[in-house]
Every structure is written in C-alpha cells, then in structure tokens.
C-alpha cells in the first residue's frame, strides 16, 4: 500500500471545501456569492474597508492560502459583519447575515472541529 504523503494542506484544503459548501448552501438567493459592488450597494466601498464574500473565500481555499480553519473561519465572520454593517437591520440582507453567521458558528465551533479533526486521524 502506497502511503499516501501529504504537505497538510491537502487535508486542509479537503476541509474547506466540504465546510465551504456547506456554508455556501445556506446563502439560497446568493447574496454573498459574489462580491458587493457600488451599483447594487450604493456608497459599499466607502463604508467596508474590507469585503468579503463565497467566491473570494474559495479562490483562497484553491491558493492554500488559510493556515487553518480558524483563519477561513475569520474571513466567513468578516463577510457576515461586513453585511450587518452596510445594510440595515430590517433589511433581507442583514437577516440573512445573522442567520449565516448563527448557522456557521455551529458548524465551525471548537466541539465540530475537534471531533472532525478526530476524524480526519
Ligand atoms: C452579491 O451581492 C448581491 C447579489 C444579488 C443581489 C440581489 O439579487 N438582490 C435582489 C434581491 C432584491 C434585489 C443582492 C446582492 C447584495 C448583497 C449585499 C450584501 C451582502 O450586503 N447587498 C447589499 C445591498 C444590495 N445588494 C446586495
């Protein structure tokens, strides 16, 4: 049996994708698939200094640029932030950050991660 040598950022990588698809499932309308531009968000780039959304976060995961599931955990928080920060509260956009956010916190807790890292061997 050939053992399969890994760099550990393949496991990673693998990781990613499977919480990212997850995660992305939730955004039905696509709303935080794509960057937020000027056209649609009036005044956006003035008032998020730092966006973020699904398609960047893949790009990243694709690059093996996150260290760690903490670190993409950081970005999908931003993202979340960013949108209840532009958009007001009784906005479909706000709602439907906190949701992510809510569902997302469950899915990326500590217990998750340890059980999946257990898992992983
Ligand atoms: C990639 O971002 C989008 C893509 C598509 C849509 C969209 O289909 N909007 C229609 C539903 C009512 C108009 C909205 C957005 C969108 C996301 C956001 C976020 C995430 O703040 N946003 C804020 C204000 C206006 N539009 C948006």
Known sequence: VTEVRDDGKGVLRECLLYIQKHLQ????NGFFAAPVN???APGYSNIIKEPMDFSTMLLKIENDTYDS???YKTDYVLMCN???TYNRPETIYYKEAKRLLQSGMKMLSKEKLLSMRRSLG
């Open 25 to 28: 499932r939730k955004d039905v």
């Open 38 to 40: 000027d056209t649609i």
């Open 69 to 71: 599931i903490m670190d």
């Open 82 to 84: 960013n949108a209840m």
